[in-house]
């Protein structure tokens, strides 16, 4: 019985006579599985060697490169082909990338050990197989043509994750020059879109494809090269753990919210925690910030306009959902800014709809923009004047859209399958992923049809034996699964009504836009509470797009449009207890400005907190985290007898300032925000809070009062002690995590 090599692997590298990944897995793909391969081979090493296996394609480039040992020999005791089986350890990324797509298209590589073809004989396991196979070495990078055998490296420990640099993407640092044409941009979940205006009429930019919107995917290919849009969707069934799709959903939020927590599973591959503890994307050994992936898919289309239009573009009107926090819209800008544009404005998606549809009618209505898409969902009312575009009422949800109506379809399908089979499905990500994709298709087959066969072939093994997923969905079942999420989208919609005592039958217009708004039920449901059916006068997947483009079009001249939005969700402060005082409530037309004075409620008070909330919720911790602004270097007089102005700005596009200045020493502080408390710090001053005398109320300053926001509330008494130095919080529980600890929630 020999003993597994501990020394130090073997090398060993293997020219292929096969010229691509494909040719390989159609001549040679019975002889490999996701957990090893059988390689034929006069001189074999015994069972237990580990070795590094370096496959390569005959050009050169690199096919395998993994850690392994041998598992079994053949053709050594006088019968059959000389060989060895060899099972893996450690792979690098395009290894996996590589192995996940053989699964998808061979149902018996989902085995995790290597195979033993037939007519090589009978397999010699004389020695058994160790529990785990080695790590693997650091990676040569593949050099095409390179035929020289790799030396016998020690086994490495795996490699560290690793925060991908913007440089190391292409990405842009500098600042991006504010010239040439304005484009605009809808940013979506599922699909992007960019459209422009020529001879004064707008027009979307087809694809390199010649599609009219590019897919918001991006993927390492094989190879591991990295791609966007179509490139990147055509391998979603073979290799969804390095493709992303629906950042949109996730970009701009912490990691630790409650939010993320809740969705982060859904995906088909890691959403993981980047470097300020924001939500971000582990593909292999590298975490990416979701900005990264965001920014790639603008320069992809960037890169359509200007393919399209003969010229350099730097300049663009990028779209949101309305329902976007202030934290998200700054992280859309900063994804603009590295995809080599300047934002001129960020502008709310159900408001650039309304302008697609009335732009130049001299309209003179009441509209709603029900825009439901593939991730998200908005619902705005906004009066129509001529060229003024006045929103008055939005609200929405950023985590309903058409991937809950496909998941719904899906869990229904394996839901079949174990009532079938009598077992849950146990199949891996690649079979998911078809298990998906089939139910999308499915979806939009039956706004046509009465009912469709879902067949997915090998989804699984079971008993050693593959099985298929087989359904018949029908239009009525398919009613039953989503009905709930098309109420849900009506509910809001009334609830927008209602924050401005508004009946359905006070809306002229309502425009549908967004794919998922084709879905037969939801125009059922529309005509049903309005009473009238929607109207046909936009494109559902354009509509954004071109009216982002008539704004890009109209900056800058003497008369062109006027857009004035509101504020999405209130934006406050915490207080004791765990409680949530809006400072610029929901709705209030923007730009919003709200100025208060606060005093120290302490002797020598020399630093002051307030901690920054955005929602709707009377409870902190319901609603999304902001920041923390501190003002230190007060100086120490008698509690009350120092006074800080507090301001709350909300710009045009939502985007918010805070400023705090303390009046004799002219100190100031302009929205630096500490993003991450320790939960020990905020105990110990919210304690400090319900124990100290009642503050000073506050004043309001007339003067510096936009008129906008003259009807906010008072302003919440927040002043605490000088709080202890900040640490980075624990990445298991996060700032909401222990929130809710503190507020009885955990």
Same mark, same amino acid.
């Given at each position: 019985?020999?003993?597994?090599?501990?020394?130090?692997?073997?090398?060993?590298?293997?020219?292929?006579?096969?010229?691509?990944?494909?040719?390989?897995?159609?001549?040679?793909?019975? &002889?490999?599985?996701?957990?090893?391969?059988?390689?034929r081979?006069?001189? $074999?090493?015994?069972?237990?060697t580990?070795?590094?296996?370096?496959?390569?394609?005959?050009?050169?480039?690199? *096919?395998l490169? =993994?850690?392994?040992?041998?598992?079994?020999?053949?053709?050594?005791?006088?019968?059959?082909?000389?060989?060895?089986g060899?099972?893996?350890g450690?792979?690098?990324p395009?290894?996996?990338?590589?192995?996940?797509?053989?699964?998808a298209?061979l149902?018996?590589?989902?085995?995790?050990v290597?195979?033993?073809?037939?007519?090589?004989?009978?397999a010699?396991?004389?020695?058994?197989?160790?529990?785990?196979?080695?790590?693997?070495?650091?990676?040569?990078?593949?050099?095409?043509?390179?035929?020289?055998?790799?030396d016998?490296?020690?086994?490495?420990?795996?490699?560290?994750?690793?925060?991908?640099?913007?440089?190391?993407?292409?990405l842009t640092?500098?600042e991006?020059?504010?010239t040439?044409?304005v484009?605009?941009?809808?940013?979506?979940?599922?699909?992007s879109?960019?459209?422009?205006?020529?001879? &004064?009429?707008?027009?979307?930019?087809?694809?390199?494809?010649?599609?009219?919107?590019?897919?918001?995917?991006?993927?390492f290919?094989?190879?591991?090269?990295?791609?966007?849009g179509?490139?990147?969707?055509?391998?979603m069934?073979?290799?969804?753990?390095?493709?992303?799709?629906?950042?949109?959903?996730?970009v701009?939020?912490?990691?630790?919210s409650?939010?993320?927590?809740?969705?982060?599973?859904?995906?088909?591959?890691e959403?993981?925690?980047g470097?300020?503890?924001?939500?971000?994307?582990?593909?292999?050994?590298?975490?990416?910030s979701?900005?990264?992936?965001s920014?790639?898919?603008?320069?992809?289309?960037?890169?359509?306009?200007? @393919?399209?239009?003969?010229?350099?573009?730097?300049?663009? $009107?990028i779209?949101?959902?309305?329902?976007?926090?202030? @934290?998200?819209?700054?992280?859309v800008?900063?994804a603009?800014?590295?995809?080599?544009l300047?934002?001129?404005r960020?502008l709310?998606?159900?408001?650039a709809?309304?302008?697609?549809?009335?732009?130049g009618?001299?309209?003179?209505?009441?509209?709603?923009?029900?825009?439901?898409g593939?991730?998200?969902?908005?619902?705005?009312?906004?009066?129509?004047?001529?060229?003024?575009?006045?929103?008055?009422?939005t609200?929405?949800?950023?985590?309903?859209g058409?991937?809950?109506?496909?998941?719904?379809?899906?869990?229904?399908?394996?839901?079949e399958?174990?009532?079938?089979?009598?077992?849950?499905?146990?199949?891996?990500?690649?079979?998911?992923?078809?298990?998906?994709?089939?139910a999308?298709?499915?979806?939009?087959?039956?706004?046509?049809?009465?009912?469709?066969?879902?067949?997915?072939?090998?989804?699984?093994?079971?008993d050693?034996?593959?099985?298929?997923?087989d359904?018949?969905?029908?239009?009525?079942?398919?009613?039953?699964?989503?009905?709930?999420?098309?109420?849900?989208?009506?509910?809001?919609?009334?609830? $927008?009504?209602?924050?401005?005592?508004?009946?359905?039958?006070?809306?002229?217009?309502?425009?549908?836009?967004?794919?998922?708004?084709?879905f037969?039920?939801?125009?059922?449901?529309?005509?049903?509470f309005?009473?009238?059916?929607p109207?046909?006068?936009?494109h559902?997947d354009?509509?954004?797009? *071109?009216?982002?483009? *008539?704004?890009?079009?109209?900056?800058?001249?003497?008369?062109?449009?006027?857009?004035?939005?509101?504020?999405?969700?209130?934006?406050?402060?915490?207080?004791?207890?765990?409680?949530?005082?809006?400072?610029?409530?929901? &709705?209030?037309s923007?730009?919003?400005?709200?100025?208060? =004075?606060?005093s120290?409620?302490?002797?020598?008070?020399?630093?002051?907190?307030? =901690?920054?909330?955005?929602?709707?919720?009377?409870?902190?911790?319901?609603?999304?985290?902001?920041?923390?602004?501190?003002?230190?270097g007060?100086?120490?007089?008698?509690?009350?007898?120092?006074?800080?102005?507090?301001?709350?700005?909300?710009?045009n596009?939502?985007?918010?300032k805070v400023t705090?200045?303390?009046?004799?020493?002219?100190?100031?502080?302009?929205?630096?925000?500490?993003?991450?408390?320790?939960?020990?710090?905020?105990?110990?001053?919210?304690?400090?809070?319900?124990?100290?005398?009642?503050? $000073?109320?506050?004043?309001?300053?007339?003067?510096?009062?936009?008129?906008?926001?003259r009807?906010?509330?008072?302003?919440?008494?927040?002043?605490?002690?000088?709080?202890?130095?900040?640490?980075?919080?624990?990445?298991?529980?996060?700032?909401?995590?222990?929130?809710?600890?503190?507020?009885?929630r955990?």
């Open positions: 019985m020999a003993e597994l090599n501990q020394a130090g692997a073997v090398g060993l590298v293997v020219k292929l006579p096969f010229a691509t990944p494909e040719e390989f897995l159609a001549k040679y793909g019975g &002889n490999i599985t996701q957990g090893g391969i059988y390689l081979a006069k001189a $074999v090493r015994p069972p237990g580990a070795v590094t296996l370096d496959l390569r394609l005959a050009s050169g480039d690199r *096919l490169y =993994t850690a392994a040992i041998v598992h079994f020999v053949t053709g050594q005791q006088g019968q059959g082909i000389s060989g060895m060899l099972k893996f450690e792979a690098d395009p290894t996996r990338r590589f192995l996940d797509a053989a699964v298209i149902p018996h590589a989902q085995s995790d290597p195979p033993v073809p037939n007519g090589v004989g009978p010699d396991f004389s020695v058994p197989a160790p529990a785990a196979a080695p790590a693997l070495p650091p990676a040569v990078a593949a050099v095409p043509g390179a035929s020289a055998r790799m016998s490296p020690a086994a490495a420990a795996a490699p560290a994750l690793e925060m991908v640099t913007d440089a190391a993407l292409g640092i500098d991006p020059p504010r040439g044409p484009i605009g941009i809808d940013l979506g979940t599922t699909n879109c960019a459209a422009f205006v020529r001879g &004064n009429k707008p027009g979307v930019l087809p694809s390199r494809e010649g599609h009219n919107t590019v897919p918001s995917i991006l993927a290919n094989q190879r591991g090269k990295l791609v966007v179509h490139p990147a969707k055509g391998q069934l073979t290799n969804p753990r390095q493709t992303v799709y629906g950042a949109k959903r996730l701009g939020r912490p990691y630790a409650p939010i993320v927590g809740q969705i982060k599973g859904r995906f088909h591959y959403i993981a925690a470097q300020a503890g924001e939500a971000a994307v582990r593909l292999g050994d590298r975490i990416y979701l900005q990264q992936i920014a790639l898919i603008l320069r992809e289309v960037r890169e359509v306009a200007q @393919n399209q239009l003969g010229q350099i573009i730097s300049r663009a $009107v779209t949101v959902p309305a329902y976007y926090n202030d @934290n998200q819209r700054h992280a800008r900063e603009g800014k590295l995809a080599g300047y934002v001129e960020i709310n998606e159900p408001t709809a309304a302008l697609a549809y009335g732009y009618k001299k309209l003179n209505q009441r509209v709603l923009v029900y825009d439901l593939g991730g998200t969902f908005d619902a705005s009312v906004l009066e129509l004047h001529d060229t003024v575009y006045e929103v008055i009422s609200g929405g949800d950023t985590f309903l058409g991937i809950d109506f496909d998941n719904a379809i899906v869990e229904y399908l394996l839901e399958f174990q009532r079938q089979t009598g077992r849950a499905f146990q199949g891996d990500r690649v079979a998911l992923q078809r298990i998906n994709d089939a999308e298709r499915a979806k939009c087959a039956l706004s046509e049809r009465s009912e469709m066969r879902v067949h997915v072939a090998f989804i699984t093994m079971i050693n034996k593959p099985y298929d997923l359904v018949t969905l029908t239009r009525q079942k398919l009613i039953a699964l989503t009905e709930g999420l098309v109420d849900r989208t009506v509910q809001v919609c009334e609830e $927008v009504l209602q924050a401005k005592g508004l009946k359905p039958t006070d809306i002229d217009e309502v425009i549908l836009v967004g794919g998922q708004s084709r037969p039920l939801v125009h059922e449901k529309i005509t049903k309005f009473g009238r059916p109207s046909k006068g936009v559902p354009e509509a954004v797009a *071109l009216g982002a483009a *008539l704004l890009a079009h109209s900056l800058g001249q003497m008369e062109g449009v006027v857009l004035i939005d509101v504020l999405p969700m209130a934006i406050g402060v915490g207080l004791p207890g765990g409680r949530f005082k809006p400072v610029l409530e929901r &709705n209030v923007l730009p919003a400005a709200k100025s208060y =004075t606060l120290t409620h302490r002797d020598g008070q020399t630093e002051l907190e307030l =901690t920054v909330f955005q929602g709707d919720s009377d409870r902190a911790q319901d609603n999304e985290y902001l920041g923390t602004l501190r003002l230190a007060l100086p120490k007089k008698p509690r009350g007898a120092v006074q800080v102005s507090v301001t709350f700005e909300v710009n596009e939502s985007l918010l705090a200045k303390e009046g004799t020493t002219g100190r100031e502080v302009v929205s630096t925000f500490t993003t991450r408390d320790t939960p020990e710090s905020v105990k110990a001053r919210l304690a400090q809070e319900e124990s100290a005398p009642a503050p $000073v109320p506050p004043v309001v300053t007339p003067g510096n009062v936009a008129p906008a926001a009807k906010v509330a008072a302003a919440p008494p927040v002043v605490q002690e000088a709080a202890p130095d900040v640490a980075i919080v624990s990445k298991q529980k996060g700032f909401m995590g222990w929130l809710k600890g503190l507020f009885g955990a």
